[in-house]
């Protein structure tokens, strides 16, 4: 398999780590997901949904775990990416890890779980 072509994003107060491990892209966030976010998000998103239609990925995991703010126009950036990679005829499936002890993580998730409940799952760590 190719290798990645999408360079980690680093901030002050937001960070996306990127990695190929065999037919899966694992996707550290951390920080905060607020409006300063938002933006560096969407731009990485689309650049690994490319990455995903190119490398024929079977499984995406998001984790979140390092997360601790993920406002609407993040989310907004996540419904993008799994819908996109949908409309490509992808049969991707999209993972979200998420910190049991945050608890606001998987109920903001959860809304992207209903959206898309073939594609999209949430587990807690």
Known sequence: MSSLR???VVTDSF???????DDTLSIKLSGTGDMAAAPSLGICLKALQAEVMRLSINLV???VRALY???SS???AFISFIF???GQGMKCKVQFITDARLGWQRRSLTALERMSPDSVS????
Do not use: T
């Not at 960070?15 to 491990?21: F, N, S, V």
């Not at 949430?122 to 760590?125: E, K």
């Open 84 to 86: 996109g990679v949908a």
């Open 61 to 63: 995991e998001f984790d």
């Open 15 to 21: 960070g996306i780590e990127p990695a190929l491990r």
């Open 6 to 8: 999408v360079e980690p």
């Open 74 to 76: 993040c989310l907004k």
């Open 122 to 125: 949430i587990a807690d760590a």
């Open 69 to 71: 703010f993920l406002n």
